[in-house]
């Protein structure tokens, strides 16, 4: 299964692109299921509302464990013991979860044929279990860019884009969406060139750029968003349902990409093959020969492998 040209075009355009339908109903009952089991194990206080976040960890070499955004109060002998194994469990299911939604679905096979023949891994050894409790009334006042600080290897938490398996019917706006700003990707490359790759670190996660107008988006379990890193996005309330919100997210990164994130900041195609040809392919159509290509301004670079 492949993302279609026009597919690949609107995330080379836009910063992002959802597609319909990818997860089959087995794998959202299980993904649904895990993350009763970590609510379970672990749940926010009984009256709060806003955003709940458990990180699994472990992806790669089972050694499963979650951390939980919301640290809930712990108490001590045999409860908390109790709650130890509780959680142990329920990070194990989290983690088998994970690892089945990304590769026994075809959400592996649509992220890849956006770097193709590049291959690609999840970024950080991690999942996130996103959830935004009813009735949460905020509205982001702007987007940001993931992972602006540096780790202890001395690369920055970069990756390749952000993948989001939407969980529970998120069809309307305010019920927990994801906020984008579409083409802030393009223009976060733009103030990397003029002020150099570190300026994005410098940012705090928030670039001095002219923002354009936000958007929701839209879609119901099984559907999945992709998302350009340097994309700014944000999370939303969730005051028009009644419902949890749920959204299971992947950061991912081309393999290699640690070694070449200045120039990946500074040219947003650099790591899409496929989408930069789409591009270029779209360009040369006689309607648009002698126009500039503003969505990749770098459209002749070299593939980096």
């Known amino acids: 299964m492949r993302l279609s040209a026009s597919q690949l075009c609107e995330f080379g355009e836009r910063g992002y692109v959802v597609v319909p339908s990818v997860i089959p109903p087995t794998a959202i009952e299980t993904t649904t299921a895990a993350i009763d089991g970590l609510m379970a194990a672990d749940p926010p206080a009984p009256d709060y509302v806003g955003q709940h976040f458990y990180w699994i960890a472990g992806l790669h070499d089972s050694s499963a464990s979650v951390d939980t955004t919301i640290a809930t109060e712990r108490k001590g002998g045999d409860d908390a013991r109790a709650s130890f194994m509780g959680m142990a469990a329920a990070a194990a299911t989290a983690r088998d979860a994970a690892l089945a939604l990304y590769h026994d679905t075809p959400l592996e096979a649509l992220a890849t044929s956006l770097v193709a023949p590049g291959e690609l891994e999840i970024a950080f050894d991690q999942a996130q279990f996103a959830l935004t409790t009813p009735h949460f009334s905020h509205r982001p006042g702007r987007g940001h860019v993931d992972g602006c600080e540096y780790t202890a290897d001395g690369t920055p938490g970069t990756f390749t884009f952000l993948i989001g398996v939407i969980m529970s ?137």
């Open 169 to 305: 019917d998120q069809s309307l706006e305010n019920t927990g969406n994801l906020w984008v700003w579409p083409g802030t990707h393009r223009m976060h490359a733009e103030f990397c060139r003029e002020r150099g790759p570190e300026a994005l670190i410098m940012s705090g996660c928030y670039p001095d750029i002219e923002i354009t107008e936000p958007t929701q988006i839209l879609g119901k379990p099984g559907d999945v968003v992709f998302a350009h890193y340097m994309l700014s996005h944000n999370t939303g309330g969730n005051y028009e349902g009644e419902r949890l919100r749920k959204t299971v997210y992947y950061r991912i990164r081309r393999v290699g990409h640690s070694s070449r994130w200045r120039e990946c900041v500074q040219d947003e195609l650099l790591e899409f093959d496929p989408v930069r040809a789409v591009i270029q392919k779209e360009a040369a159509k006689p309607e648009h020969r002698g126009t500039t290509n503003a969505a990749s301004p770098r459209a002749g670079a070299n593939r980096h492998d």
